[in-house]
C-alpha cells in the first residue's frame, strides 16, 4: 500500500502516480541572510531519526537514489550525481569540500553553475535538523533556486518514510515569488 502525501506525485520507483487534489500546498520555508561573500538561502528540516541515519540518506548512492540521484565516486574529492529527478536526469559534477561525519557534508558543482552547497545535521530532541545551505553571490535565480530545494528535500523526507514523492508542479511556479520577495534578515 502506497501512503500519499497531501499533494501528488511519482512513486518511490520514479512510476507517475495517480493525480490527487492538492489538500494544501506545500508552504516556502527558506530564508535569506548576508554572508561576507553574498548571500545564503537557508531551509530547514526536521526528520525524526538519529543523525547518522539521516547522515547516510544524504552520503550513500543508494539512498541519494532515492530522493536525489545516485552517485558515482570520480576522484578522491569529486562525484558525479545523476540527477534522477530532473528532465533528461543529467550528471552533475561536484567537488567535495568539507565531509565530517555525520555533522556536515559541503559540495560546490563544478560544471557550468558554481553552487556551493553545504548541509548541516544537529540532533535535537531525538530528531534531526536537517538545513541546507545555498550559498550564491547574488540574489538573481533565487525565484528557481528556492522551490528546487524545497522539493528536493521534501523528497529526501518522503523517500525516508517511504510515502509517494512529491512532484515539483505544486513547487513552481506557486513558490517563485516568496523566494523572489525574500531579503537577508
Same mark, same amino acid.
Given at each position: 500500500m502506497i @501512503?500519499?502525501?497531501? =499533494?501528488?506525485?511519482? &512513486?518511490?520507483?520514479? !512510476?507517475?502516480?495517480?493525480?490527487?487534489? #492538492? %489538500?494544501?500546498? #506545500?508552504? #516556502?520555508?527558506?530564508?535569506? $541572510? &548576508?554572508?561576507?561573500?553574498?548571500? @545564503?538561502? *537557508?531551509?530547514?528540516?526536521?526528520?525524526?531519526? &538519529? $543523525?547518522?541515519? +539521516? =547522515?547516510?540518506? %544524504?552520503?550513500? !548512492? #543508494?539512498?541519494? @537514489?532515492? =530522493?536525489?540521484?545516485?552517485? *558515482? $565516486?570520480?576522484?578522491?574529492?569529486? +562525484?558525479? +550525481?545523476?540527477? $534522477?529527478?530532473?528532465?533528461?536526469?543529467?550528471? !552533475?559534477?561536484?567537488?567535495i569540500e568539507a565531509c565530517e561525519p555525520p555533522s556536515r557534508l559541503a559540495v560546490r558543482t563544478i560544471d557550468e553553475m558554481q553552487w556551493p552547497l553545504e548541509v548541516r545535521l544537529d540532533e535535537r530532541d531525538g530528531s534531526t535538523v536537517v538545513v541546507l545551505v545555498h550559498s550564491c553571490e547574488s540574489t538573481d535565480g533565487l525565484g528557481d533556486i528556492g522551490p528546487g530545494w524545497e522539493y528536493y528535500l521534501d523528497m529526501l523526507i518522503a523517500s525516508r518514510d517511504g510515502t509517494l514523492l512529491p512532484s515539483f508542479d505544486h513547487y513552481y511556479p506557486s513558490q517563485q515569488e516568496y523566494y523572489l520577495s525574500l531579503r537577508p534578515q
Open positions: @501512503a500519499y502525501l497531501a =499533494w501528488g506525485g511519482v &512513486s518511490l520507483d520514479g !512510476s507517475d502516480a495517480e493525480s490527487h487534489t #492538492p %489538500l494544501m500546498e #506545500p508552504t #516556502p520555508t527558506g530564508t535569506l $541572510r &548576508s554572508t561576507d561573500t553574498g548571500f @545564503a538561502l *537557508e531551509l530547514t528540516r526536521t526528520i525524526a531519526a &538519529s $543523525r547518522e541515519d +539521516v =547522515w547516510a540518506s %544524504l552520503t550513500e !548512492s #543508494p539512498r541519494t @537514489a532515492l =530522493w536525489f540521484g545516485p552517485w *558515482e $565516486r570520480i576522484s578522491e574529492s569529486t +562525484v558525479r +550525481v545523476t540527477m $534522477r529527478f530532473e528532465e533528461g536526469e543529467p550528471a !552533475s559534477d561536484m567537488a
